[in-house]
């Protein structure tokens, strides 16, 4: 083992015990997509599976959204094939999602491939989805709802864990340190063509504003992580003082009048957000222009009606604020 791949790899592993991502005894299920840092995951984790004390399985999700994905499942078989360890394949027909739910090809594919991963984490019975996201894919991250202006609600980033049993042990390292390390230890990885297509801002975001942004200060990576987790740490504790703000029911949140006054301008967008992404399934979407437009009727008595994104509407009334999902 060179230094080189010793420095990253302990870096990992690390990370991994510090931030006590698997316990002992646990499997963890791979999502190896077959690009350089599901790869480098793969590598890691399996060259410190009996430190960490877990038992690791792969899976792969086929997009069908390239004319190569069919060569990236088989890739990344051979990969699970070659160092014996179980291979769980699903295949997804995302643009028939993207037609009938009207949602974006990238909104699209994201939900199916969580969807089919934890698919395969009942199969397969694994306690832990572990995804090959880098501090590289965190500050783009940050930076995407940033500029679409989500203020400090929408600016944590992915979490490293969650309840689900979600882990993502590579947010200590950066996509161009993953690359260098494998080029430099020869491992073979596969090129995914519609990363360099700047059709998708995310990836405008990737190839002309954060090469500007590392010139100024080569580290903005962890520097945006670290906004990230200081904007999640936030929202940790101002959901405790929100929690039991609102009730819930299948497509619909409502927030009684008492607690409108009770939480005032400074927390009901908190309780906003948390709604929406009670009917939603994700926080993300509802930018600050739409909260504020809420705040703007959420105190008066009158009647009003406004449309949120993702099919959300908000009714106001003297009774108190309700939110409805088609």
């Not at 083992?1 to 420095?7: G, I, K, N, P, R």
């Not at 969650?162 to 340190?177: H, K, M, S, Y």
């Not at 301008?265 to 948390?274: K, N, T, V």
Request: glycine share 10%; charged share 30%; hydrophobic share 40%.
């Amino acid at each position: 083992m060179s230094v080189f791949e010793e420095d990253l790899a302990l870096r990992v592993l690390s990370y991994c015990k510090r931030k006590s991502l698997f316990e002992k005894g646990g499997k963890a299920l791979l999502a190896v997509s077959g690009g350089s840092d599901s790869v480098f995951l793969l590598h890691v984790l399996n060259r410190f599976k009996g430190q960490l004390g877990i038992e690791i399985c792969v899976g792969h999700v086929d997009h069908q959204l390239r004319k190569s994905s069919k060569e990236d499942a088989e890739f990344v078989r051979g990969l699970a094939q070659g160092i014996g360890v179980q291979f769980y394949l699903k295949t997804a027909d995302v643009r028939g999602y993207a037609k009938n739910s009207g949602k974006t090809i990238e909104e699209s594919a994201r939900e199916m491939r969580y969807r089919l991963l934890f698919q395969i984490k009942e199969e397969s019975g694994s306690d832990y989805v572990v995804t090959g996201h880098t501090a590289t894919d965190q500050a783009e991250t940050v930076l995407f709802r940033l500029l679409r202006g989500s203020g400090i609600l929408g600016l944590s980033g992915v979490e490293m864990k969650d309840e689900r049993g979600i882990r993502r042990p590579l947010l200590c390292v950066t996509r161009d340190e993953v690359r260098g390390f494998l080029q430099k230890e020869g491992i073979a990885f596969r090129e995914d063509e519609s990363n360099i297509d700047k059709r998708f801002t995310r990836n405008r975001i990737r190839l002309d504003v954060l090469p500007i942004l590392k010139k100024i200060n080569p580290r903005v990576e962890f520097a945006l992580c670290e906004i990230g987790e200081d904007a999640r740490q936030i929202r940790d504790l101002v959901s405790t003082m929100i929690e039991g703000s609102f009730e819930a029911k299948e497509n619909e949140v409502f927030i009684p009048r008492g607690e409108v006054t009770r939480l005032g301008e400074a927390l009901l967008p908190y309780a906003l957000l948390d709604g929406f992404h009670r009917l939603t399934g994700r926080p993300f979407g509802l930018l600050r222009r739409h909260i504020q437009g809420v705040l703007r009727v959420a105190f008066r008595k009158e009647k009003a009606m406004l449309k949120l994104p993702r099919g959300v509407t908000v009714f106001v009334d003297k009774h108190g604020i309700t939110l409805k999902r088609q």
